[in-house]
């Protein structure tokens, strides 16, 4: 979930002790004729913060907007695969209506952040369509798409994926949708797009970086840099790492890393447990979590952000640990609305590291106004 499942998991639990986001109340801005204005309940972002969609395993239950969430087993039952680069087999999902189908909207494409998958959504997925033809995407390495053998996984690869199946897919301007590290694939992929196939940006508590390298300027992360240096290093011995991997993708340490970034702490149930842990069992999953913890961050969006024109919708949960409004990468994207024509931003209370997830009424409250302004514009 751009979280870090059991990815970044070894690191969390050193960093997340440190880390004391302050609660605070719910404030949308965007930018009118050159000033911020704020709201409590503005044109784009109408959120109730009583609200919330829980589901308990085996029971889908509505939300605010009118959608089920699904069951893990109908979205892999679902899924379908897609060859990229003649070699690799990327699972995603695809789901529309009769009514989505005639909308003058355009497609929707949801990335997921570090550790998840497709089933990560599965609390979005039925209200989204019910307008526009939705589609999902495992990226390589996570979920049910291949995990190859000495892969070395950069945000860059990521990003050049998600081209690829809008150009071999979709083959329509595409609104990106990606929560964290998923939000950074999105926007170098919009970054890099030559051929106008994003139509539109929503990023969901957008990460700094492939990991924690990426954000320095955090005094949290320097105070423990020198720690993470030692975890690259142990991590490249393959004992030591499968060892720590093991530990980490256990049920009950993966369900307290999910209620330590998890604002709702109802969101976390078995489903999400068994959504993170299914794929980190798979062959080539140790490879993987070694590849994006030790490699390079990437490309930073605070040097990307001001080269895109499209309209995006920043989300932000302000209970987040991993990207803390008050952190370096939270403190840019608030402040992109005054300095940016085309970019709004909505902070959600009470809210962790995966809002669509964590509280996806607020979400969907915000995102489909939004949708909507876009699909008519």
């Excluded at 030559?194 to 954000?215: D, E, F, P, Q, T």
């Excluded at 976390?268 to 590849?291: H, K, M, N, T």
């Excluded at 996806?360 to 876009?374: F, G, I, N, T």
Aim: aromatic content about 8%; hydrophobic content about 40%.
């Amino acid at each position: 979930m751009g979280f870090s499942s059991p990815a970044v998991a070894a690191e969390l639990p050193l960093l997340c002790s440190l880390v004391n986001t302050k609660r605070e109340s719910f404030l949308c801005q965007r930018r009118k004729h050159g000033h911020v204005s704020y709201y409590k309940k503005p044109i784009f972002c109408n959120i109730k913060s009583n609200i919330t969609a829980t589901a308990t395993t085996g029971s889908p239950s509505s939300s605010s907007c009118g959608g089920k969430v699904l069951e893990i087993k109908e979205i892999e039952e679902r899924c379908r695969k897609w060859i990229w680069k003649g070699k690799f087999s990327i699972n995603y999902f695809v789901s529309c209506n009769s009514d989505s189908q005639s909308s003058p909207g355009p497609p929707l494409l949801l990335v997921h952040g570090f550790g998840a998958s497709i089933p990560h959504w599965r609390r979005n997925i039925d209200t989204l369509a019910k307008n526009y033809t939705v589609y999902a995407v495992d990226l390589l390495g996570f979920g049910a798409s291949d995990k190859p053998e000495g892969f070395s996984y950069t945000m860059e690869e990521w990003a050049q994926l998600i081209l690829d199946f809008l150009d071999e897919v979709i083959q329509k301007p595409t609104v990106l949708i990606g929560n964290s590290v998923g939000s950074l694939a999105c926007v170098i992929a919009a970054s890099e797009s030559s051929h106008a196939l994003v139509r539109g940006l929503v990023l969901l508590n957008c990460a700094g970086g492939m990991n924690n390298k990426a954000i320095v300027d955090d005094w949290r992360i320097k105070l423990f840099l020198p720690l993470l240096w030692l975890i690259d290093f142990l991590l490249k011995q393959r004992a030591i790492a499968s060892l720590i991997f093991e530990r980490v993708k256990e049920r009950d340490t993966l369900r307290n890393i999910l209620l330590s970034v998890y604002g709702n702490k109802e969101s976390v149930d078995e489903d999400l447990v068994e959504i993170i842990r299914g794929p980190a069992c798979d062959e080539g999953a140790l490879d993987a979590f070694v590849s994006i913890v030790t490699g390079p961050p990437g490309p930073n969006p605070v040097t990307l952000m001001p080269g895109l024109s499209i309209p995006i919708l920043v989300l932000w949960g302000d209970q987040d640990p991993f990207t803390p409004i008050d952190g370096p990468v939270g403190k840019y994207f608030s402040s992109l609305p005054s300095q940016l024509s085309n970019v709004s931003l909505c902070m959600l209370e009470g809210v962790g590291h995966c809002p669509h997830d964590d509280k996806p009424d607020l979400v969907h409250d915000s995102l489909l106004p939004w949708l909507a302004s876009l699909a008519a514009s």
